[in-house]
């Protein structure tokens, strides 16, 4: 069984960390890759996930997206995105507005499992009104299309990197056991 929010402490390195923070500095601007996104004032958030291009993320990116397989248990599931992975870059005066993500497939919750790489003032997920404050280094997931949630404004003059892994998970995980 998957609950519904899950935290994890210490999930992945530093170096994992700088490897991905590198790709998205490095990337952001490629309008190929990343699409200026959201009901944010222009400019302020950047998004592979509407992205119509083959996108090699890092190979951390992967790492982390098998991980989170591992750790949650899955045997039936599909990814999001196709591959399941997707990156966002905030910069001050982005927020994300509360809302629920459409349940895509029928029968299926979809899951995502997000890190914040370089964590701004401000940003903060907030979900069913629950504010959670995750660390760099941290883990946050949670049934995006069960959930309410929303990501609180970023201020002060440091951008936010989160990185979003995706997955389509039969709604049997969160009521009963799934082995």
């Not at 996104?37 to 592979?48: A, D, L, R, V």
């Not at 996108?55 to 599909?78: G, H, M, Q, S, T």
Request: charged share 25%.
């Amino acid at each position: 069984m998957i609950d519904p929010i899950i935290e994890i402490k210490n999930f992945y390195d530093d170096d994992i960390k700088k490897q991905l923070n590198n790709w998205s500095i490095v990337n952001y601007k490629d309008p190929d890759l990343f699409i200026e996104g959201g009901n944010n004032p222009y400019g302020t958030m950047f998004t592979t996930r509407w992205s119509e291009k083959e996108i090699k993320f890092p190979d951390a990116a992967y790492e982390l997206r098998e991980r989170f397989v591992k750790v949650l248990n899955l045997k039936d599931f599909k990814y999001r995105y196709g591959i399941g992975i997707s990156n966002y870059v905030c910069f001050p005066g982005c927020e994300i507005f509360e809302h629920t993500d459409d349940k895509i497939i029928p029968g299926y919750i979809t899951y995502h499992c997000n890190i914040v790489t370089k964590k701004p003032q401000g940003g903060e997920t907030v979900i069913e009104g629950k504010t959670y404050d995750i660390d760099e280094n941290d883990v946050l997931c949670y049934a995006v299309s069960k959930l309410s949630h929303k990501v609180n404004l970023v201020t002060g003059t440091r951008l936010r990197i989160m990185w979003s892994f995706a997955y389509h998970i039969p709604e049997y995980y969160f009521n009963s056991s799934n082995e």
